[in-house]
């Protein structure tokens, strides 16, 4: 088709040129014939150097429509460029603005015209124009230059990427991408690890982290403390096999029989390891450590140490004292039980199946406490109103509320329960079978009970007796004392000894009736103390004059040791006065001729102390205490001493017993010291009045 319309534009070329030809021969008056020929031959050669020209006509026409196609695509760039949200331009020769898209005028906030005249810049500050610089330097190095620059942009900072990248013209085309973005993700990333190393540093785990090239990038103070490390040196970034070879130097590392293996193969887990692994690591100084290594998020791996030295210690022996608390319920005769929260058993012993009748499988599967209390019906008496009552006892064991009594089943058998609300929600059940103990305690407490009786009976008999024997025996008396002052006739020697016989031998027994009536009224309560102010030296002379006469008989000198200023004391002046006999009377019946018996008192704690001290026979120190019961005399000293000769007269063992009772009635105590052959101390304690100068004035008043 093309070479068609090329024929027909030869012709036509041929045609044109023939005729205009023709028409200027003919008016310069050539003939017709002429002037033809003369067109004919213009015309040949028209259409010779047409066909002649047609290659050049071809390269033009494909040259005209490369330089279409060409500005058109030019266009089409242009027209990208001013639709590309990121600032573009380009420089000439001299570095000028000599074009730009609206970005750029916009981020210069000018428009396109204006922009390119004033040649602005991005970037371009009172200390010089940073980006202009770029340009040169891309320029004289021939290759594009990358620079990131912060200029304001719409009143707002921002962070750009400029790059100018050389042209052949000399001049420089450039673009400016806005990174501000990414730097605020930079910045935070940055502030993350910051705050990651903040956090690791106070973990008082060991911690190390190493890169992707296995060199040292972070470690903590623990990491440092754990390993004895030197910080500095761990500052400058050793490597991971470096790190080993020192520990391994400083013998921190487990004996490994191929130590080179082992440091390889913890090398290559820079690159295989892709789940994190944990494992105990025992340092030759007996330290344990729980190892535990994960890939880093960031490349490389990062390392935890944990001692858990004690911790493993604590784990051995919790376990050991579960294993001895399980030991210890299991051999209890004390049933035990636990109720978890969710209501079922979660711990029993033997005994508890043992009591209540439930087999070890059922127990085992942790059975929830209604089906327990279900199983334990026949336990209870309640007929019909089981249901009820069965609700009231799940309530009851898991209401955790502190509870203990005591509970008669079906059986016999009586159990003393309790339950106890444990911290973790858990209720704690025990139960103890006390039928033995009760029935124990019912029979003894009937025989107490006759116990009781039998000596109520005793003491009213003995005071009835006494009563009815003091009667006849004041009697007695009286007549001994009218035949003794001789008012019906006079009496031989015989006759007045026999008298002075029934005379002595009646007060001795009247003493022995009174000290029989005064103990059956202590023992009645009925006994009331007449209490008065007394002068501890004025009660002891007047009992060392009552009794000097029986000891100047036996050869015994009686000494009183006590201050004259002491404060008085409140008592019943009688009945202490009673009772101080009765002790010296003892100091003499068991003291050896010449011997000496002391009456002394002191002050001591908040008490007055009146001691009877004697060079007696002494009581041996098994018998202290029962000396002081009712009826009850001393045997092997008094015994010793009567063989020996010097111990005179004998009593029915109620003299210490009534002292020690008239003591406490005072609220005081009676304590004995002695020993076989070393004689006897025997001090009462009798409490003070509560303020002794309000004693000492009302006695001296």
Not at 22 to 37: N, P, V
Not at 65 to 76: G, K, V
Not at 306 to 316: F, G, I, K, P, Q
Not at 324 to 335: C, F, H, I, K, P
Request: proline fraction near 4%; charged fraction near 25%; glycine fraction near 6%.
């Amino acid at each position: 088709m093309e070479g068609e319309t090329l024929a027909w534009g030869i012709a036509f070329i041929a045609i044109v040129v023939g005729g205009a030809s023709f028409i200027w021969q003919r008016r310069r008056g050539a003939s017709l014939e002429a002037a033809l020929a003369m067109a004919a031959k213009r015309a040949a050669e028209a259409a010779e150097l047409a066909s002649e020209n047609r290659d050049l006509n071809q390269r033009l026409a494909a040259g005209a429509r490369a330089i279409e196609a060409a500005r058109t695509a030019a266009d089409q760039l242009v027209q990208a460029f001013d639709n590309l949200p990121l600032p573009v331009w380009r420089r000439r020769a001299d570095l000028a603005i000599q074009d730009c898209n609206p970005a750029y005028c916009a981020a210069l906030e000018g428009d396109r015209d204006t922009v390119i005249r004033e040649s602005r810049t991005l970037g371009k500050t009172a200390q010089g124009d940073s980006v202009r610089a770029l340009a040169e330097l891309a320029r004289a190095a021939r290759t594009p230059q990358t620079e990131s620059v912060h200029v304001v942009i719409a009143g707002t900072r921002r962070l750009l990427e400029v790059t100018e990248a050389p042209l052949a013209d000399g001049g420089t085309i450039g673009i400016a991408v806005d990174v501000t973005d990414r730097e605020e993700l930079e910045r935070e990333h940055e502030r993350h690890l910051a705050a990651h190393r903040e956090v690791l540093e106070h973990l008082s785990t060991a911690i190390a982290i190493y890169g992707a090239d296995s060199r040292l990038q972070f470690f903590n103070s623990a990491f440092v403390r754990q390993w004895k490390f030197d910080a500095t040196w761990l500052a400058t970034g050793p490597g991971f096999a470096e790190v080993l070879e020192d520990l391994r130097a400083r013998r921190l590392l487990p004996e490994y029989v191929d130590f080179q293996a082992f440091k390889q193969s913890r090398v290559r887990l820079f690159t295989s390891l892709l789940e994190p692994v944990e494992e105990l690591v025992y340092i030759p100084d007996g330290t344990t450590l729980r190892t535990h290594i994960s890939p880093h998020p960031l490349g490389g791996l990062m390392f935890a140490y944990e001692d858990v030295t004690d911790s493993l210690a604590l784990e051995r022996s919790y376990n050991t004292l579960i294993a001895v608390q399980r030991a210890t319920l299991d051999n209890l005769y004390e049933g035990v039980a636990v109720v978890g929260s969710d209501g079922r058993l979660k711990l029993t012993n033997p005994a508890y199946g043992r009591i209540w009748g439930l087999p070890t499988d059922f127990l085992s599967g942790e059975p929830h406490i209604a089906e327990v209390v279900e199983r334990t019906r026949a336990y209870y008496n309640v007929g019909a109103e089981w249901p009820s009552f069965r609700d009231r006892m799940i309530a009851r064991l898991t209401d955790r509320e502190p509870r203990k009594g005591r509970a008669t089943r079906t059986d016999g058998s009586i159990l003393d329960f309790a339950m106890v609300p444990l911290p973790d929600g858990a209720v704690l059940l025990s139960y103890v079978d006390v039928t033995d103990s009760v029935r124990v305690e019912q029979a003894l407490r009937m025989r107490n009970d006759a116990l009781e009786a039998a000596d109520r009976l005793k003491s009213e008999f003995i005071s009835n007796i006494s009563y009815e024997l003091r009667t006849p025996l004041n009697t007695i008396i009286g007549f001994t004392e009218i035949l003794s002052q001789q008012y019906f006739g006079k009496l031989n020697a015989r006759q007045r000894e026999y008298c002075r016989g029934i005379a002595a031998s009646s007060e001795q027994l009247l003493t022995v009736i009174n000290d029989i009536l005064d103990l059956a009224s202590i023992e009645a309560g009925r006994m009331a103390l007449e209490r008065s102010l007394i002068r501890p030296r004025a009660l002891l002379d007047q009992v060392a004059h009552l009794m000097q006469e029986s000891a100047r008989a036996q050869s015994l000198n009686i000494t009183v040791d006590c201050p004259k200023d002491l404060a008085a004391i409140e008592a019943d002046e009688r009945r202490l006065k009673q009772a101080l006999c009765n002790l010296v009377s003892n100091a003499i019946k068991f003291s050896p001729d010449g011997g000496a018996i002391q009456l002394l008192c002191d002050f001591e704690d908040g008490h007055a102390l009146i001691s009877v001290r004697d060079t007696g026979v002494g009581i041996r120190p098994e018998d202290h205490e029962r000396v002081m019961q009712s009826f009850e005399r001393g045997r092997a000293a008094g015994e010793d001493a009567r063989r020996d000769g010097y111990v005179r007269g004998s009593g029915v063992g109620l003299g210490l017993a009534l002292t020690k009772r008239i003591v406490e009635l005072h609220g005081g105590r009676l304590t004995i010291d002695s020993a076989p052959n070393l004689g006897t101390t025997v001090t009462c304690f009798l409490p003070l009045m509560s303020n002794e100068q309000d004693a000492r004035r009302t006695v001296d008043a």
